[in-house]
């Protein structure tokens, strides 16, 4: 057991929620309940007038600005989503500033939503000043004519919107001295929040200071800043009083930027051996009110990764981002790489259809032992022998020409590339740990303390991670993009090998001599090479006559390097199956016309339970990386690699084409249409 994991376990975790201090102030948000509307008129409370900030968008999903459209922190003339903040409150109490909110009268003047992303490239602007819903494009590979190929397969595809929903919710207690401000965070990465505070207020890094308290869940959706931590550091600032904002559940599926939502129309050209000759396709992105997360860049980000692991010759991709009125898009566990396997590995499941061969044996016949580039820029590692032997580890049931399985294969491109920080210092007693990236649920002081511990040849008893700060290390990154094994082990070996040649400097290294001085080293660790690795999923599940599935099994065999967790590898390989499954069978963030959540609450938002949870089988190839430690990336894997094979597991028995996330049963109990 962590140490995390026994505070948590015991009671004794330190979450936002848990700072009170002693003239604390609360912060309640009043939030739009149009889609689309004109303010009239804001009367009562902390308004625009008060909070002249616009938002910054960084962290996983943007890198600085909102492109063409301002992102106001309190809404202006105008909203543009449910949920968007338009007004503020406090209180000396969270129930106290809860009434208040009552205080605040808004005169809207509602106008035409945009809810469809179809509709969204026809319709007028939604933002007044700009020519179109389109704010991001792109294309990758090369344009090429239709070959003349016997064996055309056409398809739409879908990923319906997902709302994040870790188990805490975002929030901030913000102090200000008079000179500083400290923020408080759940967040995947401190430096990411020192740099949206100061964009946003304008003020100098030495003005803010970030610490993350422990970080119940995030899967993306903590990794930048949100309007409601720039209201708090308002308040803060003004009244010279430590403000608290905690976000409840309505207010997170209202407001947090939420995954997926793409549109792709593939077309796939194969001889009749299934041997794919070209790929064209057509992305569209819905992309939310504005472009904070990382919609503008999806397109390409998507389309580079459409080709999957296969060795395709010819491949072209067009993709769009379009302004709807919805919370913005946001990086949801794997961002963007989910979506591009689900597509791809859509279509060779139908290319298999079509010539009426395994879907495996097609797979296989579209692998090459060598590593490669594709024609969109995704670098593939060897993958016919990978897949050779994810076939033999996840069993020869998945070749069965019918049943109830499903097997899917991917690349995984780690956002390893940025590299990471990280600190060791001795002192009082203790090797203190410090990483760009701090955990939020995935036990990184245990690889941590390993590798530490075998560099400097000390007791691992004696080694703690401490609480990510940005006073403590003021250069690294965050905990995203399955990154942090890979660069944060890196960096904590640099820098442990740093500290050892510092106790070098006097005779030969022996721990002893470490324990008796006093050193301090950093370091910023940025590995050269490609980091990309491969996996494969197989799902075996059970539909019934009422529309209903029941997974009975999910195999994993991924090349995750040199594993230094295998605990909390099959952890992440089970929270992730969890939510990939829950992405299939019920999580779905549904809008009306007007653009008016449908999911209201959390018994709307289809998260599975552990009841419904299957087996797990979790295997590993035996590679490394060229890191020191040899270690990949694997934490988004199963949300890449589970949701088109548990498609496909249950498409062998609805007997009709699959082409969208969530299955609705009405869908899987329909009739094949002529």
């Given at each position: ?15 936002v929620a848990?700072?009170d ?20 008129s ?6 625009a ?13 943007g890198?600085g600005?909102?492109?063409p ?13 449910v ?24 005169d809207?003047?509602?106008l ?8 969204a ?9 700009t ?6 494009e792109?294309?990758v ?7 003349a ?6 398809e ?6 997902v ?7 975002r929030?901030v ?6 000179r ?22 304008k ?11 422990d970080?119940?869940?995030a ?34 599926l209202?407001?947090?930027e939420?995954g997926?939502g ?6 796939l050209f ?16 819905d992309?939310?009110?504005?472009s904070?997360g ?10 580079m990764?459409?080709?999957?692991p296969y060795?395709?010759p ?35 499941d139908?290319?298999?259809d ?9 797979r ?10 594709s ?8 993958f016919?022998?990978f897949l ?12 069965a ?11 995984l491109?780690p ?5 990471e920080?990280a ?14 990236g701090?955990?939020h ?6 690889f941590?303390?390993?590798l ?20 403590a ?17 890196g960096?904590?070996i640099?820098a442990a ?21 006093k050193?301090?080293v950093k370091?910023?660790?940025?590995p050269?090479g490609n ?10 599940a ?13 195999v994993?065999?991924y090349?995750?390097g ?5 605990p909390?590898?099959e952890?992440q ?5 969890a ?6 069978l ?8 007007e ?11 289809g998260?599975?339970?552990?009841t ?19 270690a ?6 199963p ?6 094979a ?5 498409e062998r028995?609805?007997g ?12 899987l109990v329909?009739?094949?249409k002529?």
């Open positions: 057991m962590t140490d995390s994991m026994e505070r948590f376990l015991t009671g004794k975790g330190a979450f848990d700072l201090f002693p003239d604390l102030i609360h912060l309640k948000i009043v939030r739009s309940v149009y889609a689309r509307a004109i303010v009239r804001v009367k009562g409370g902390i308004t007038k008060d909070v002249k900030a616009y938002m910054s968008a960084v962290g996983e999903g890198a600005g909102t492109g459209v301002a992102y106001p922190v309190l809404a202006r003339d105008r909203v543009n989503y949920g968007q903040p338009v007004a503020a409150v406090t209180g000396e109490t969270a129930a106290e500033a809860e009434d208040l909110l009552d205080s605040v009268t808004v809207y003047e509602p035409k939503a945009v809810a469809d992303p179809e509709a490239l026809r319709a007028d602007p939604i933002h007044p000043g020519k179109s819903n389109v704010f991001g792109g294309q590979g090369r344009r090429f004519e239709d070959p190929s016997p064996v055309v397969v056409e739409t595809l879908r990923n319906v919107r709302v994040p929903n870790p188990l805490e919710p929030g207690v913000v102090r200000w001295d008079g500083r401000l400290t923020v408080f965070a759940s967040t995947q990465s401190v430096p990411s929040f020192q740099e949206g505070f100061c964009e946003s207020l003020l100098p890094k030495r003005a803010v200071r970030v610490i993350q308290m970080t119940g869940g899967f993306g959706s903590k990794g930048g800043i949100y309007p409601e931590y720039i209201v708090a550091a308002h308040v803060a600032m003004q009244r010279k009083r430590p403000v608290r904002w905690i976000e409840t559940r309505q207010e997170h209202q407001a947090t939420q997926r793409a549109r792709a129309r593939m077309r194969a001889d009749r051996e299934g041997h794919v000759l070209g790929l064209k396709g057509d992305l569209l992105i992309g939310g009110a504005y904070a990382m919609a503008d860049w999806s397109p390409r980000w998507i389309g990764q459409t080709t999957g060795h395709i010819k491949a072209h991709v067009t993709g769009r981002a379009v302004y709807t009125n919805k919370v913005p898009l946001g990086p949801y566990r794997g961002a963007g790489r989910p979506e591009a396997a689900f597509f791809i590995e859509r279509m060779m139908f290319l298999a079509e010539i009426r061969v395994d879907p495996v044996e097609v296989l016949r579209n692998a090459v032992d060598a590593a490669f580039k024609p969109t820029g995704l670098q593939v590692p060897p016919k022998s050779e032997d994810a076939i033999r580890e996840t069993g020869d049931r998945n070749r020409p019918s049943g109830n399985v499903g097997f899917s294969a991917f690349v491109v956002a390893a590339n940025s590299g920080g600190r060791i210092a001795w002192r009082d007693g203790r090797i203190k740990v410090w990483l760009g701090k955990p649920g995935q036990g990184h002081e245990v941590v303390r390993r530490v511990s075998e560099e400097l040849d000390v007791d691992p008893s004696l080694i703690d991670l401490e609480p990510s700060d940005t006073d290390l003021a250069k690294g990154v965050g905990s995203w993009g399955s990154r942090t094994a890979i660069v944060g082990g960096a904590v640099e090998r740093k500290l050892k040649a510092r106790v070098r400097q006097k005779g030969p290294y022996a721990a002893k001599k470490l324990l008796a001085g050193y301090d370091v910023f660790y940025k050269e980091f990309n690795s491969l996996g494969a999923n197989l799902v075996a059970d539909l019934d006559e009422f529309g209903l599935v029941r997974v009975r099994d999910v994993a065999y090349d995750a040199e594993v230094l967790n295998r909390m590898l952890s390989v089970a929270g992730g199956s939510q990939g499954m829950g992405q299939v019920s999580e779905g963030a549904w809008y009306d016309e653009g008016q959540p449908l999911v209201g609450t959390i018994g709307d938002a998260l599975l339970s552990a419904e949870m299957p087996t797990f089988v979790v295997k590993t190839a035996k590679t490394r990386s060229n890191t020191p430690h040899g990949k990336g694997v934490g988004e894997s949300a890449i690699g589970v949701p088109p548990l498609v496909r597991a249950v028995q609805a009709h084409r699959l082409t969208e996330t969530p299955l609705r049963p009405e869908v329909a009739p094949v002529a």
